[in-house]
């Protein structure tokens, strides 16, 4: 069946300007998490959904990072007024439940000039 | 919060040869560790997985081990071969946030 997919794979931005990153999960996976990945670095956890549960934001960096998942599918990231150190990797995964295998998707690499 | 330290960053093994990755974990409470690979441009894919009920799994060419006393586990490879070069990652998690080690360049040369 088809993976994690991510949109757009590719994203060059002006510093300051707002980005949307969507991840869309495999079909019936219940939680969907958010990393980043810096040149050379592991990945950063950003956030988590499970269900209809309040999600764990506790890795966002900072106000102007925020993330959505409408119906408990489909997730977007968004980053407001955007900043050089933000260029990175952002990777969004899935999995069926909290403790079983992620999946990853093929991530947005995001250059913001 | 988990600490995960990820040695050595490279490592550059002739094709045939075994390889082995190491990591240490902060976090008494963790008790899932997987590894991923992650080829150039590629997204990252699991390889193997251990949980803390175990010391050791074995999947063809690729091992695991796992010591909770000293809160330590390693990857093995062993014949290596060319598309084993990648990069790879160890995690650790106490339920369901990964903390990722900063990774391994394996390099096999021909």
């Known amino acids: 069946g088809a993976g994690v997919s991510q949109s757009p794979s590719n994203k060059v931005t002006e510093k300051g300007k707002d980005v949307e990153l969507r991840c869309d999960p495999i079909s019936g996976h219940t939680a969907l998490y958010w990393y980043r990945q810096s040149l050379g670095q592991g990945l950063e956890f950003l956030i988590y959904f499970q269900g209809n549960s309040a999600p764990d934001k506790s890795g966002l960096p900072s106000d102007r990072f925020s993330a959505e998942r409408t119906g408990g599918s489909v997730s977007t990231l968004t980053i407001q007024r955007t900043q050089q150190e933000d260029s990175a990797v952002y990777l969004c995964a899935s999995s069926v439940n909290r403790v079983s295998e992620q999946f990853f998707g093929p991530g947005t690499r995001l250059t913001v000039l | 919060g988990e600490n995960v330290e990820q040695h050595p960053s490279t490592l550059s093994v002739q094709e045939g040869d075994s390889a082995v990755i190491k990591c240490t974990y902060s976090?008494?409470?963790?008790?899932?560790f997987p590894w991923y690979k992650q080829e150039l441009g590629k997204r990252p894919q699991l390889i193997i997985d251990?949980?803390?009920?175990?010391g050791e799994k074995k999947d063809q060419r690729i091992a695991v081990t796992l010591n909770k006393t000293a809160k330590h586990f390693s990857l093995h490879i062993t014949e290596t071969q060319p598309e084993d070069s990648a990069v790879y990652f160890c995690a650790a998690s106490d339920d369901y946030k990964l903390s990722f080690g900063a990774g391994t360049t394996v390099t096999v040369r021909a």
């Open positions: 251990i949980r803390s009920n175990v």
């Open positions: 976090d008494s409470a963790s008790n899932y």
